[in-house]
């Protein structure tokens, strides 16, 4: 057993290693969070940090104002290989909280004036934050705006969004959470809005008449579009989650089916009897609306599907691409062979929120040979393994594959289409496909960089593309 004074200095051995260990700790910190919090209204910060601080009466002085923050965060990332330097990643943000009784055009003003005073000091503030690391977020009760990345480059469409959402609050939103448009990232402007749901239909409605896009979702409804709502469509939605044993009704428009789930099991009457109902929906679509498939899914099993108001959609072919002559049917030419053809990747473009790549296959033999059909398209991350949970899904419901006789020397092109996917936190993106042309066929790897464009696509797990038939392509 050990005596008293030995345990006397076993325990003031025991602090010591602590207060070593609590330094070292304090130390990590230090290092990671490089700057400290600033705010104007008036939290403790360095020496060589207060000229943001002056700025507390000048922003104070625009109508609307309540409060701004700003916060530089910086992290230091470890060098990844043996010998190479640490490297300090800034990222800077900016709070502002408006005034609650604004109007959308006082709120716009506003968000106006206090970016042309902040925009300039934060600058200085977090000179080493660049304009793709930086935000800016305006609130205001249940209203959030946020401008993702440049966001204190450029105030574009703040003021427009900062409007809208108040529109959307005075027509029923109990919340709304908006983003604007970023062409340099190509995500479009988008609106969540939370309200009840007989609020939904007019919510549309006011989105619809400021053209701006909207999720919606009230109790078991929910309407999703990267595109201005449709009234009607959102109707129907409400409508079928309305309908007895219904747990929830999903459309997220304007290519998927509308989804209604129901407590039910394989066999049970209930999934027959909301199927009937949707098959004999009038109010969709009207005027130029197009048919829109339904699916009636059971949560315990049991699935049934048709065409809402019993609408089915004209069968449709790719169109060419390019405005050349259509080749010449020859319905006694032969199908083509793996060996016919050279697949290549054909390049790819991006529209605000819209993303597309093209794929080719060149006839190489001396004569005609047809082709019909889908090619097949896997996604490949530069390790080489497969992108998990993609789904691939028809180019458009009612598209059917299409015979074409590729002459010599000529080529067929198809067309993989999805919505831009966000890269943040830097995850696997595709740099090349598994494409399979024709049925049988061995699969074929293509990289899918281009010379002085993007070298990879932003197809990330989980992602949804829509691939098209084989359609002729230009020369």
Request: glycine share 10%; charged share 20%; with cysteine.
């Given at each position: 057993?050990?005596?008293?004074?030995?345990?006397?200095?076993?325990?003031?051995?025991?602090?010591?290693?602590?207060?070593?260990?609590?330094?070292?700790?304090?130390?990590?910190?230090?290092?990671?969070?490089?700057?400290?919090?600033?705010?104007?209204?008036?939290?403790?910060?360095?020496?060589?940090?207060?000229?943001?601080?002056?700025?507390?009466?000048?922003?104070?002085?625009?109508?609307?104002?309540?409060?701004?923050?700003?916060?530089?965060?910086?992290?230091?990332?470890?060098?990844?290989?043996?010998?190479?330097?640490?490297?300090?990643?800034?990222?800077?943000?900016?709070?502002?909280?408006?005034?609650?009784?604004?109007?959308?055009?006082?709120?716009?003003?506003?968000?106006?004036?206090?970016?042309?005073?902040?925009?300039?000091?934060?600058?200085?503030?977090?000179?080493?934050?660049?304009?793709?690391?930086?935000?800016v977020t305006f609130t205001m009760g249940q209203i959030r705006v946020v401008v993702g990345e440049?966001?204190?480059?450029?105030?574009?469409?703040?003021?427009?969004?900062?409007?809208?959402?108040?529109?959307?609050?005075?027509?029923?939103?109990?919340?709304?959470?908006?983003?604007?448009?970023?062409?340099?990232?190509?995500?479009?402007?988008?609106?969540?809005?939370?309200?009840?749901?007989?609020?939904?239909?007019?919510?549309?409605?006011?989105?619809?008449?400021?053209?701006?896009?909207?999720?919606?979702?009230?109790?078991?409804?929910?309407?999703?579009?990267?595109?201005?709502?449709?009234?009607?469509?959102?109707?129907?939605?409400?409508?079928?989650?309305?309908?007895?044993?219904?747990?929830?009704?999903?459309?997220?428009?304007?290519?998927?089916?509308?989804?209604?789930?129901?407590?039910?099991?394989?066999?049970?009457?209930?999934?027959?009897?909301?199927?009937?109902?949707?098959?004999?929906?009038?109010?969709?679509?009207?005027?130029?609306?197009?048919?829109?498939?339904?699916?009636?899914?059971?949560?315990?099993?049991?699935?049934?599907?048709?065409?809402?108001?019993?609408?089915?959609?004209?069968?449709?072919?790719?169109?060419?691409?390019?405005?050349?002559?259509?080749?010449?049917?020859?319905?006694?030419?032969?199908?083509?062979?793996?060996?016919?053809?050279?697949?290549?990747?054909?390049?790819?473009?991006?529209?605000?929120?819209?993303?597309?790549?093209?794929?080719?296959?060149?006839?190489?033999?001396?004569?005609?040979?047809?082709?019909?059909?889908?090619?097949?398209?896997?996604?490949?991350?530069?390790?080489?393994?497969?992108?998990?949970?993609?789904?691939?899904?028809?180019?458009?419901?009612?598209?059917?594959?299409?015979?074409?006789?590729?002459?010599?020397?000529?080529?067929?092109?198809?067309?993989?289409?999805?919505?831009?996917?966000s890269t943040a936190n830097d995850p696997d993106v595709t740099t090349e496909l598994l494409v399979?042309?024709?049925?049988?066929?061995?699969?074929?790897?293509?990289?899918?960089?281009?010379?002085?464009?993007?070298?990879?696509?932003?197809?990330?797990?989980?992602?949804?593309?829509?691939?098209?038939?084989?359609?002729?392509?230009?020369?």
């Amino acid at each position: 057993m050990l005596d008293s004074t030995r345990r006397r200095e076993l325990r003031v051995g025991i602090v010591a290693v602590g207060l070593v260990l609590l330094a070292v700790a304090g130390c990590a910190v230090a290092m990671l969070w490089v700057r400290p919090r600033v705010s104007a209204a008036g939290t403790t910060t360095p020496e060589g940090l207060s000229r943001f601080l002056d700025l507390s009466y000048e922003w104070r002085s625009v109508p609307g104002v309540r409060e701004v923050l700003a916060v530089d965060e910086s992290r230091r990332i470890p060098g990844e290989d043996f010998g190479e330097s640490d490297r300090v990643e800034h990222s800077a943000s900016v709070e502002v909280a408006l005034e609650e009784d604004l109007s959308g055009a006082e709120a716009a003003a506003a968000s106006q004036e206090v970016l042309r005073v902040v925009r300039p000091e934060i600058t200085r503030l977090a000179p080493d934050a660049p304009p793709a690391r930086t935000s800016v977020t305006f609130t205001m009760g249940q209203i959030r705006v946020v401008v993702g990345e440049h966001g204190l480059d450029r105030g574009d469409g703040i003021g427009d969004a900062l409007a809208d959402a108040v529109a959307l609050s005075e027509a029923g939103a109990t919340s709304v959470s908006s983003t604007v448009a970023d062409p340099q990232t190509g995500r479009p402007a988008q609106a969540d809005v939370e309200a009840p749901p007989d609020r939904l239909v007019a919510l549309a409605t006011v989105a619809h008449g400021r053209q701006r896009p909207v999720d919606l979702h009230g109790g078991k409804a929910w309407y999703r579009s990267n595109e201005v709502p449709d009234p009607v469509a959102v109707r129907l939605v409400v409508a079928a989650s309305e309908q007895p044993s219904v747990t929830s009704a999903q459309l997220a428009a304007p290519y998927e089916p509308l989804i209604v789930l129901v407590e039910a099991a394989e066999g049970d009457r209930v999934i027959d009897d909301v199927s009937r109902w949707l098959t004999s929906y009038h109010g969709y679509p009207v005027g130029s609306g197009q048919p829109l498939a339904y699916a009636v899914e059971g949560t315990r099993g049991g699935k049934a599907e048709g065409w809402v108001g019993g609408k089915t959609p004209a069968a449709t072919t790719m169109p060419p691409f390019g405005d050349g002559a259509p080749w010449p049917a020859d319905p006694g030419a032969p199908s083509c062979r793996p060996s016919d053809l050279e697949v290549t990747f054909g390049g790819q473009d991006a529209a605000l929120g819209s993303r597309q790549a093209w794929l080719r296959a060149r006839n190489l033999g001396r004569h005609a040979c047809a082709i019909e059909g889908v090619p097949t398209v896997e996604f490949l991350n530069a390790a080489g393994a497969r992108q998990t949970d993609v789904t691939a899904k028809p180019y458009e419901p009612s598209m059917m594959p299409e015979r074409i006789v590729v002459p010599p020397a000529q080529s067929v092109m198809a067309v993989i289409d999805w919505q831009a996917m966000s890269t943040a936190n830097d995850p696997d993106v595709t740099t090349e496909l598994l494409v399979t042309a024709l049925p049988g066929a061995t699969p074929i790897t293509l990289g899918v960089a281009v010379i002085d464009g993007p070298s990879d696509l932003d197809i990330l797990d989980g992602a949804e593309v829509r691939i098209s038939p084989w359609a002729q392509a230009a020369d």
